[in-house]
């Protein structure tokens, strides 16, 4: 099977190609990726040593690329996004350009060339907040940020490809996810960058906000799974990490990173900060055998580690980024 995977030198997506390579049965990987802030080659490292890797920087926007790309692949995963709600509140119209028309155009082309498989990488966010319970598949989507409204509209076109083209799509919906090289303006690595380099950093409201927390290695296999075993048409929740609120989160991250409370201060909520979010993940559990691995106390450890070895690869991101935006020392979850 050949490969075409959109946002692939972006967190997730560079973790997903890495793992894929190696198969015997995948052949030719390409990945697409405008290399927006977001999107660093580094990310792919030792991928570069397989043969079977090419990357090509461009739009899925720019639909004679996308075309002329499509055509040569039997499968696509699709993670390529505009993915921080912080932003999505003053640029929602680069998250509508990427998220769901650049989304359109990799299904319009997945219906000309009639690729195998598409798979759609999404959030849990699209379901909107949940004050008990857990959202399976089939709950209404009531999204309450630019990014998860243009995320839910991607889930949307998407699934309306395979009623009315027959694209063979597949919707993944993941929690939140952690690891290593993810873009430091996420919370995690925010507050680990920060708090290695002994700066404070702020909580929102009270901390209690609750997100569940999947290790990226996890999220990277239950797409594999969708990739290869789901059934065109279905939504796939990809969940199962832990749950914490930002004061829980914190307090792991103090520790991870030796340090103590004195480093917090509270601000203000942001408007639109869901309260909690949780999906039922028993559907990928029992249909495609998903069962996520890691703990998370190791798998932040591990994160931890990679910052702290790792400084030339995410200061000059935070410099980037900070120039751009004025990005808040705050961080939405
Ligand atoms: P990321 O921001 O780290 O990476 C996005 C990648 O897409 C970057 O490499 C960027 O250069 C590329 N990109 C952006 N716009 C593009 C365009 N127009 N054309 C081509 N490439 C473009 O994001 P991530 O955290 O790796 O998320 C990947 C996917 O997973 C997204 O679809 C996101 O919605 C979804 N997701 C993320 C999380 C999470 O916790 N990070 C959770 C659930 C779902």
Redesign the pocket.
């Known amino acids: 099977m050949d490969v075409l995977v959109?946002?692939g030198?972006?967190?997730?997506?560079s973790h997903f190609v890495k793992r894929l390579l190696p198969a015997d049965d995948i052949g030719q990987v390409t990945v697409?990726?405008?290399?927006?802030y977001?999107?660093h080659i580094q990310n792919l490292g030792e991928a570069f040593l397989s043969p079977k890797l090419t990357f090509v920087e461009?739009?899925?926007?720019d639909r004679p690329l996308v075309d002329q790309l499509v055509q040569r692949h039997d499968a696509v995963v699709h993670?390529?996004?505009?993915?921080?709600v912080d932003r999505s509140f003053y640029a929602a119209g680069a998250f509508l350009a990427?998220n769901v028309i650049?989304t359109q155009t990799l299904l319009d082309a997945a219906q000309r060339h009639s690729v195998d498989r598409f798979v759609h990488?999404?959030?849990?966010e699209v379901y909107g907040p949940l004050l008990t319970g857990s959202a399976t598949e089939d709950a209404p989507l009531r999204p309450s940020v630019p990014y998860a409204a243009s995320?839910a509209a991607s889930d949307l076109i998407a699934l309306s490809y395979w009623q009315t083209s027959g694209v063979p799509v597949c919707v993944t919906r993941?929690?939140?996810?952690y690891g290593p090289h993810?873009?430091p303006e996420?919370i995690i690595p925010l507050f680990v960058t920060r708090l290695l380099k002994g700066e404070p950093v702020t909580l929102h409201g009270q901390g209690q906000h609750v997100r569940n927390w999947l290790h990226v290695a996890d999220h990277c296999a239950g797409v594999e799974l969708a990739l290869r075993y789901g059934t065109p048409g279905e939504v796939y929740n990809l969940g199962g990490g832990t749950d914490l609120t930002s004061r829980e989160l914190t307090s792991m991250l103090l520790e991870a990173c030796g340090a103590t409370w004195e480093a917090v201060t509270y601000i203000p909520d942001r408007p639109a900060n869901d309260l909690r979010y949780s999906m039922d993940c028993s559907k990928a559990m029992q249909t495609l055998g998903y069962r996520p691995q890691h703990d998370l106390e190791e798998g932040l450890a591990q994160t931890v580690e990679w910052y702290r070895t790792n400084p030339d690869r995410w200061a000059p991101l935070l410099r980037k980024a900070a120039t751009q935006l004025e990005l808040a020392a705050t961080a939405v979850l």
């Not at 030198?9 to 997506?13: C, D, L, S, V």
């Not at 697409?32 to 927006?36: E, G, R, Y």
């Open positions: 959109t946002g030198a972006g967190f997730i997506g697409l990726d405008a290399l927006t977001a999107g461009g739009n899925i926007l993670f390529a996004a505009e993915s921080h990427t650049g990488v999404s959030t849990d995320k993941s929690s939140n996810n993810q873009h996420k």
